[in-house]
């Protein structure tokens, strides 16, 4: 009997990615009950020693979670090595609010802001009115953060349009003035059928969008919310991932298993096709990002300090 096998070396990428090659960043939410305050911690202590580029904090519609934004940006950059980026909208405020917001940020040590427009106050569906005083348009609102001071600015980007735009074409009208306002990195809204990313990197090149767009991956937590998620969106949900977990409802175990599968199968997919750099919207929980990153081969590196 061999006592082993043959080690051959496999013609696909993400069988033997270089893991110092890949680049990965989370997205967090504040916590919005004390009880939800250290589920947040306990998952950016899991996923800190996977050294990520930058994580980033959302910031709720209308500014609603202003002060926990804030609060969880600083004791980021308090208590651990972490690079940090504040979500910051403009819907619902003046310019003199949001331009506070933005001193905050400076303030706290944040050097990168992620720059959105954010849902019209009537929620998704709604028609969008800007604040008499305020930023009207994401472009306006990336103009005004490079106004503020030396910040890096990231903004969204949208492989199946954003719901309010008219075509394709049209929302990358609005990816172009963004980048020409002074944002250098795009993040797209989650999506599961790569075709769709690569066909949208291919149409945003033509029209001579030459920034880094990362793929925004959404390993699915609960199913029924990501579908809702995605009908707010304007993102497709497949038919082959509905019947993936189509009579799971009351196996949890099996739906993270699931779900670990999901999320790895278009990160290596998409790795496979040349793409190195992944943002992960974790909904605050470790275990599927955790997983699939340690799939691509990244092992947790020297301690973070304490969060």
């Given at each position: 009997m061999r006592e082993r096998l043959d080690v051959l070396p496999s013609p696909r990428p993400s069988r033997s990615a270089a893991a110092d090659r890949l680049r990965v960043s989370f997205e967090f939410f504040p916590p919005k009950t004390h009880e939800a305050e250290p589920v947040l911690w306990e998952t950016i202590q899991r996923l800190a020693p996977l050294q990520p580029d930058f994580v980033t904090v959302t910031y709720g519609a209308g500014g609603s979670t202003r002060e926990p934004t804030l609060t969880t940006l600083a004791r980021l950059v308090s208590q651990t090595d972490l690079p940090a980026a504040g979500h910051l909208t403009c819907v619902g405020a003046s310019r003199d609010e949001v331009n506070a917001v933005i001193n905050s940020y400076q303030d706290a040590g944040i050097r990168h802001i992620v720059?959105?427009?954010g849902d019209p106050q009537g929620g998704v569906g709604e028609r969008?009115?800007?604040h008499p005083d305020g930023y009207a348009t994401t472009a306006d609102l990336v103009r005004g953060i490079r106004a503020c001071g030396d910040f890096e600015v990231t903004v969204s980007a949208y492989p199946e349009k954003h719901p309010e735009s008219a075509s394709l074409d049209a929302d990358l009208d609005v990816l172009k003035a963004k980048i020409d306002a002074g944002a250098t990195r795009a993040i797209t809204q989650f999506f599961f059928d790569n075709d769709l990313y690569f066909r949208y990197l291919d149409r945003a090149l033509a029209r001579g969008i030459t920034i880094p767009i990362l793929p925004g991956i959404l390993p699915v937590q609960n199913f029924q919310q990501t579908a809702n998620f995605a009908a707010k969106t304007g993102a497709t949900i497949p038919l082959w991932l509905a019947k993936r977990f189509e009579g799971l409802d009351h196996d949890p175990a099996t739906r993270r298993l699931i779900a670990a599968s999901v999320a790895a199968e278009q990160v290596f997919d998409l790795l496979d096709r040349g793409i190195s750099d992944f943002h992960f919207y974790t909904m605050n929980r470790a275990e599927l990002t955790f997983a699939v990153?340690?799939?691509?081969?990244?092992?947790?590196?020297?301690?973070?300090?304490?969060?």
């Open positions: 720059a959105l427009r969008y009115v800007p990153c340690h799939m691509l081969g990244m092992r947790a590196q020297t301690e973070q300090r304490a969060a």
